[in-house]
């Protein structure tokens, strides 16, 4: 049984307790928004983890990427940014490797974290399939589906897959004037089968047995956007839109069969458009969680993205996105080290905290006004303590070197808040 079918029931599950815990929430709201779509908990039926609950009324949730690739595979490495992200505060972790020893980083990764763990199943299939035949395109529908079931029985908690990547829509982007073309890898690998078969995804097409398999487990299933964009002048093309309207009909299946399903969305937008992409999200996908990727506000900042992703982040959060894909310093350029993937956790923090307190949350106020009264009474270890990343602030006030707990050398004597206060 499903959290979806549970809720649906009337049944309060653990997780549900849980969750309803941290965020502070009455439970029978919880599970009116999980009985109907608007929440999901991933969690795997195969596996225990500490439960996340993502969508409707709750805080603003942040996955961490990490995965091998053919030219960089260490699986002691992958495990060390795994737990660097949650120690972080990541709330999930997306395994996307694709080198040789996919299955044994995936296992490790699930084995070494206590946190909603995803993966993207295509990558498996496609990776297996071009070690014995050389080309993704000689992937057939069995080796798609026992790549799904292979992860599930592992107990991956959330997949994506790019259900929406259709024979049409293939044939709408390659009429399309689109800079640059397809850029979800796992969208590529579909595109490309569909185009060398000239047949329909087995995704969609068999979207059916995608979802026994996904009840059975209780997979939540991540409605990948194969046909985000890749630059800001590819925003909101008609390609993305008409991805979108076949997601929302996909999320509409997943709920009739009581399988919990989120929404994946952009990519790279200019900053005046990730509100109304927001919103047309929610308006056609009926409330479901929604999940982003950024969105990059600027594609200048190679080097820099995760701070454009912040940005978007915020905004997109803001205006009704539940769950932010982080973004590493390393995005487009490499795979992340360690450093990298602690501050692409930092600034979705930042991103996510920022959007949940103009929302006024009660947990996010609440730390707004721990951490002013702290910075008012010069409580530097408090500070530090509630800090996204308690190392720099330390760091920085190390280098102070003035002997004095009530200044720093920014303001020195003159402090303001000393000055008010009559010192």
Not at 25 to 42: E, H, W, Y
Not at 96 to 106: A, D, H, K, N
Request: proline share 4%.
């Amino acid at each position: 049984m499903t959290q979806m079918e549970d809720a649906r029931k009337g049944n309060i599950t653990p997780e549900m307790e849980e969750v309803a815990r941290k965020e502070n929430i009455d439970i029978q709201i919880l599970i009116k928004s999980i009985a109907d779509g608007r929440t999901v908990i991933p969690s795997n039926v195969n596996r225990s983890s500490s439960p996340c609950g993502i969508g409707e009324g709750l805080s603003t949730k942040i996955n961490a990427n990490i995965g091998s690739s053919s030219k960089m595979e260490d699986i002691d490495l992958e495990v060390e940014k795994a737990m660097a992200a949650v120690e972080y505060g990541a709330d999930a972790v997306m395994d996307l490797s694709t080198g040789p020893m996919l299955r044994e980083v995936r296992r490790a990764v699930l084995e070494a974290v206590d946190v909603p763990v995803g993966t993207v199943p295509i990558y498996e299939a496609g990776v297996e399939v071009f070690r014995s035949s050389g080309s993704v395109v000689d992937m057939d529908e069995d080796d798609m589906f026992r790549a799904i079931e292979n992860q599930a029985r592992d107990g991956v908690d959330f997949m994506t897959v790019h259900s929406g990547i259709t024979l049409e829509t293939v044939e709408r982007v390659q009429r399309s004037d689109r800079i640059m073309g397809i850029v979800s890898r796992g969208g590529a690998f579909l595109a490309a089968w569909i185009i060398h078969n000239q047949e329909e995804n087995p995704l969609y097409s068999n979207y059916d047995y995608l979802l026994e398999l996904a009840y059975e487990y209780d997979v939540t299933l991540s409605l990948g956007d194969g046909l985000r964009p890749g630059c800001l002048a590819d925003a909101s093309d008609i390609p993305q839109i008409q991805e979108l309207l076949t997601l929302a009909d996909l999320v509409s299946r997943a709920r009739d069969a009581d399988v919990q399903c989120m929404v994946e969305g952009p990519g790279h937008m200019p900053l005046d458009q990730i509100a109304a992409n927001m919103k047309i999200q929610k308006s056609v996908c009926d409330g479901a969680p929604f999940y982003v990727l950024g969105p990059i506000v600027t594609d200048m900042a190679p080097g820099y993205d995760h701070i454009s992703a912040a940005i978007g982040g915020a905004v997109a959060a803001m205006n009704g996105a539940d769950f932010l894909c982080y973004v590493t310093p390393a995005e487009h350029l490499a795979i992340p080290g360690v450093e990298d993937v602690i501050e692409g956790v930092v600034a979705s923090r930042i991103a996510a905290q920022a959007a949940d307190a103009a929302s006024k949350l009660s947990g996010a106020w609440k730390s707004e006004l721990e951490m002013a009264n702290a910075r008012k009474s010069f409580d530097w270890d408090k500070q530090f303590e509630m800090a996204f990343d308690s190392r720099k602030p330390a760091e920085y006030r190390m280098q102070c070197p003035i002997d004095d707990s009530e200044m720093c050398t920014m303001c020195g004597e003159y402090c303001a808040l000393r000055i008010l206060r009559g010192d």
